[in-house]
Structures are given as structure tokens and as C-alpha cells.
């Protein structure tokens, strides 16, 4: 397997980002980690070894990123608004900086996936911009703003919440067929610290149905808990689904 460290200067946060990438198979994966977390986090809870099978054969290319959700999602003492302007930096970081930077080919696209937070992350960059990501794999995930900014919204903190922009965005809105046309994967399991998770899911579940939007929302079972033996489980089982091995 060809593994990749990077370390580049981001104009948009005004320091330097690291990220790995691993293999360098035909669909990049664009991997985000859980809550407050690292770029050698999937690496370091096997997220990695779990998805070697499909590095190796030349189907996926993973590409592992750094968050800063320390200054914001998880910066509960912060000022409100820069919290959320900073967290739009990073997001045009990985929009604008590192994907163009990481792009083989003009207009590739890319599978967006995460657990936790890392799932908010992967699901706000589907449905913000399914231009650039065809595939989306949220596992255990929130998908709205208010879990960080539970008293304050703006703006910002409307446009990096899915469930609220999703259930207003009209049906002649141009990302609306698109999603129509992308893979969508949502997993949660029904055990242990899911207490918050699992209503947020069903709320995107049934928003998108209602919607008219196709998406596998799959639900494990109670003995499936919010923790990283989980989340191995169900990617794989979910690559396999959509990349056979054979």
C-alpha cells in the first residue's frame, strides 16, 4: 500500500493542515474523523486496516483529514460567531484547498464518509456540495448545527445544518436532482451513547423521504453501540456493498 504524508499551508485558516492519503485506487475516499480528532486517528482505530482489502485491489483511494472542531464545534466557551466563521474557513479549506489539491482528473468526485462528528462533517459536505462528492457513508452522526451552538443561530449555523437547509430547499433547486442521482448511506446502531444521534438521524431520514430523495438509512441493533468497533463493522460492510471485492 502507498501511503502519503502531507503538511501544507492553508491561506483560508492561515496555518499549516496535515492529511495521509493511502493507495491509489480509483475512488478517493474522503475520510473525516470523530469529534476533536486527528488525521492518524483512522489509522490508529483500524478504520485503515478495515478498508486495506479495498486500498489494495486499486478500488479506493482513502484520504484521512484533519479537523479543528476544538475551536469550534467542541469550543462551547467561544464567541458564538467566530466559532462558526471558523468552522466555514475549514470548510472552504476542504473545498477549496485540499480536494483541488488532492483532484487526479478535472471533475472528480469523491465519497464522502465519518463517524460521530466526523459523520456531520462527511454529511454537510455531501449535501453543500454534491457537485463534488458523489457518495455519501455518515455512520453514527448528528445533522444539524444546534449540538454546537444549542442557544444561537445566524447564517452560518444555518448553512452547516442539513436537516434545516434540507427542509427548506425547494424542489427546482439545482442540488435537488443531484442528489437524486448520488448514493446516499446513512448507518446508526440503536445501543450504547446514541441517545442524540439517533433521533437526528431519523429526522434526515425522513426529511430526505419526503423529499423524494433515495438514500439507505439503515438502523443496527441495540447491542450496536457509539464506539469505533461499531463503525469497522458497518464500513465495511457498507464498501462491500457498494465495491464488491469479487
Same mark, same amino acid.
Given at each position: 500500500?502507498?501511503?502519503?504524508?502531507?503538511?501544507?499551508?492553508?491561506?483560508?485558516?492561515?496555518?499549516?493542515?496535515?492529511?495521509?492519503?493511502?493507495?491509489?485506487?480509483?475512488?478517493?475516499?474522503?475520510?473525516?474523523?470523530?469529534?476533536?480528532?486527528?488525521?492518524?486517528?483512522?489509522?490508529?482505530?483500524?478504520?485503515?486496516?478495515?478498508?486495506?482489502?479495498?486500498?489494495?485491489?486499486?478500488?479506493?483511494?482513502?484520504?484521512?483529514?484533519?479537523?479543528?472542531?476544538?475551536?469550534?464545534?467542541?469550543?462551547?466557551?467561544?464567541?458564538?460567531?467566530?466559532?462558526?466563521?471558523?468552522?466555514?474557513?475549514?470548510?472552504?479549506?476542504?473545498?477549496?484547498?485540499?480536494?483541488?489539491?488532492?483532484?487526479?482528473?478535472?471533475?472528480?468526485?469523491?465519497?464522502?464518509?465519518?463517524?460521530?462528528?466526523?459523520?456531520?462533517?462527511?454529511?454537510?459536505?455531501?449535501?453543500?456540495?454534491?457537485?463534488?462528492?458523489?457518495?455519501?457513508?455518515?455512520?453514527?452522526?448528528?445533522?444539524?448545527?444546534?449540538?454546537?451552538?444549542?442557544?444561537?443561530?445566524?447564517?452560518?449555523?444555518?448553512?452547516?445544518?442539513?436537516?434545516?437547509?434540507?427542509?427548506?430547499?425547494?424542489?427546482?433547486?439545482?442540488?435537488?436532482?443531484?442528489?437524486?442521482?448520488?448514493?446516499?448511506?446513512?448507518?446508526?446502531?440503536? !445501543?450504547?451513547?446514541? &441517545?442524540?444521534?439517533? *433521533? #437526528?438521524? =431519523? $429526522?434526515?431520514?425522513?426529511?430526505?423521504?419526503?423529499?423524494?430523495? %433515495?438514500?439507505?438509512?439503515?438502523?443496527? !441493533?441495540?447491542?450496536? &453501540?457509539?464506539?469505533? *468497533? #461499531?463503525? =469497522? $463493522?458497518?464500513?465495511?460492510?457498507?464498501?462491500?456493498?457498494?465495491? %464488491?471485492?469479487?
Amino acid at each position: 500500500m502507498k501511503i502519503q504524508y502531507h503538511k501544507e499551508w492553508s491561506n483560508s485558516l492561515g496555518r499549516d493542515m496535515e492529511w495521509k492519503e493511502y493507495g491509489e485506487g480509483e475512488h478517493s475516499v474522503l475520510a473525516i474523523p470523530s469529534q476533536d480528532g486527528r488525521f492518524f486517528d483512522w489509522e490508529n482505530y483500524d478504520m485503515v486496516a478495515t478498508l486495506s482489502p479495498w486500498i489494495e485491489s486499486g478500488k479506493i483511494r482513502l484520504i484521512c483529514i484533519d479537523t479543528i472542531d476544538k475551536e469550534t464545534w467542541s469550543n462551547y466557551g467561544g464567541d458564538n460567531r467566530w466559532r462558526i466563521e471558523q468552522h466555514e474557513r475549514w470548510f472552504h479549506y476542504v473545498i477549496d484547498e485540499l480536494l483541488p489539491r488532492c483532484r487526479r482528473w478535472e471533475n472528480e468526485t469523491f465519497l464522502a464518509t465519518g463517524c460521530s462528528l466526523g459523520a456531520f462533517h462527511a454529511g454537510n459536505f455531501f449535501f453543500r456540495r454534491p457537485d463534488i462528492f458523489d457518495t455519501l457513508i455518515a455512520l453514527s452522526g448528528l445533522y444539524n448545527s444546534h449540538y454546537g451552538f444549542p442557544y444561537y443561530s445566524d447564517d452560518l449555523t444555518y448553512a452547516n445544518s442539513p436537516e434545516d437547509f434540507l427542509r427548506q430547499m425547494p424542489d427546482h433547486h439545482p442540488w435537488m436532482q443531484m442528489y437524486r442521482s448520488r448514493r446516499i448511506i446513512v448507518c446508526i446502531g440503536q !445501543g450504547r451513547w446514541e &441517545d442524540n444521534t439517533l *433521533p #437526528s438521524t =431519523r $429526522n434526515l431520514d425522513t426529511i430526505l423521504k419526503e423529499k423524494g430523495v %433515495p438514500a439507505w438509512f439503515d438502523y443496527w !441493533g441495540f447491542d450496536i &453501540d457509539h464506539d469505533w *468497533p #461499531s463503525w =469497522r $463493522n458497518e464500513l465495511a460492510y457498507f464498501m462491500n456493498t457498494i465495491k %464488491p471485492l469479487r
